[in-house]
């Protein structure tokens, strides 16, 4: 039996919602094998939500003009798009906003049922005057990586629901490198360094987490090709 030296991983926390992650020691070569992987799971593999599609009371597609509001429907669709949300819910969810009269639209007017959460208030939706009475509904999903407005449209095509491109992704950007580390004399092993940034609705500890367990997952189906095939242990 090969045993190696067991590689331990760390945290270091840049921001609430960017942390390098640092695993060592890793045999040599396993430092791109690893980093790889884990980035492009990252990528497009994390379960999100987002919306799939919306309804605006008095519209029938997204060229209507609403009275009493500043922005078009297309530029209000845009911006809903940036909703960063999160939901518990397996089955489709439906938010709403209401609101009438001069004032500004952000993510906090979205009213969500439980188990579903806006993470970002602030985001400006749409800017409203005096003669103003917007109702819309969006629908929410749980998902992963990124569907097409075309392709939502294909899922539900009701007359008056509007498609939106849904970016489930909790995860923005994912970047590694691999350094030499050294393991008593030698100096040839790998660092793997793994810089992760995510949305308001996940931490990077989780995001990775979510990575590991999916790969784990995944390559377990080789190992079951044969349990009791030799490969190199890890050492305590």
Do not use: C, W
Not at 100 to 121: F, I, K, M
């Amino acid at each position: 039996m090969l045993i190696a030296q067991r590689p331990i991983l760390t945290e270091e926390v840049v921001s609430d919602y960017r942390s390098r992650f640092i695993i060592e020691p890793l045999e040599p070569g396993f430092g791109y094998t690893l980093g790889n992987s884990i980035r492009r799971t990252l990528l497009s593999s994390i379960p999100g939500a987002a919306v799939t599609g919306i309804r605006v009371n008095g519209a029938l597609h997204e060229f209507t003009t609403l009275e009493g509001v500043k922005e078009d429907l297309t530029e209000i669709v845009l911006n809903i798009k940036n909703l960063v949300l999160s939901s518990d819910n397996d089955e489709p969810s439906l938010l709403y906003i209401r609101k009438n009269g001069e004032g500004v639209v952000t993510g906090a007017d979205v009213a969500a049922p439980a188990g579903a959460q806006v993470h970002n208030p602030e985001l400006h939706i749409a800017t409203l005057n005096s003669k103003a009475n917007l109702e819309i509904e969006l629908t929410v999903e749980r998902g992963r990586g990124y569907i097409t407005a075309v392709q939502n449209k294909q899922a539900g095509g009701e007359i008056g629901r509007i498609p939106v491109d849904s970016i489930y992704s909790p995860v923005l950007r994912v970047t590694y490198k691999v350094e030499a580390t050294r393991v008593e004399q030698r100096t040839d092993f790998d660092r793997l360094v793994i810089d992760v940034e995510t949305k308001r609705s996940m931490k990077p500890a989780d995001a990775m987490a979510s990575a590991g367990k999916t790969l784990v997952e995944l390559f377990g189906l080789a190992r079951e090709l044969n349990a009791n095939a030799e490969g190199i242990e890890m050492g305590p």
